[in-house]
């Protein structure tokens, strides 16, 4: 098991997660808006409001103040010849080792927010699912990508 031994993401990811949550906390608090909205018009009194308030303001504070380091702190990775361990998680640890022999492909991803703080994922896919290490430098995301499909591509001909 990893047990914090793995390498770590970028510590841009935390601003990245912070961006995002907060994107998430304005669409949040507009929804909570009409909802206020919505009570208002039908004269319920406003103590319902506060609430809904509370609500929405210790969802913001967690989502971009408190996670985000916490997630960046968690995320551990590591390649080997024979498998690919990540590891990840702030309230329940979980902790995946993936077969070399079992990738299918492999990409880098980098969207809007990721891009403009130099930052990509890696995707790995296997016949059952999709594991990403997440928030990667470009640099580091571009030589995972190659590392790991070279090493898929010997453990499948080590497998024939």
């Known amino acids: 098991m990893l047990r914090n031994s793995g390498k770590p993401i970028s510590e841009k990811a935390i601003t990245v ?93 980098q969207g809007p927010l990721l891009k403009r703080y130099g930052l990509a994922s890696v995707v790995i896919f296997t016949a059952a699912t999709v594991h990403e290490i997440p928030a990667l430098s470009e640099s580091e995301a571009e030589r995972l990508c190659r590392l790991i499909a070279e090493r898929a591509k010997a453990a499948d001909q080590d497998d024939d």
């Open 17 to 109: 997660w912070r961006l995002t949550g907060a994107l998430g906390a304005l669409a949040g608090g507009v929804i909570i808006g009409g909802i206020a909205w919505v009570l208002w018009r039908f004269h319920v009194p406003e103590w319902w409001l506060a609430p809904l308030a509370g609500i929405w303001g210790v969802g913001a504070i967690l989502w971009v103040g408190w996670l985000p380091p916490l997630r960046q702190k968690r995320w551990r990775y590591d390649i080997r010849d024979e498998e690919i361990e990540i590891q990840h998680g702030v309230w329940s640890t979980t902790w995946t080792l993936v077969p070399m022999n079992r990738v299918q492909h492999v990409d880098v991803r």
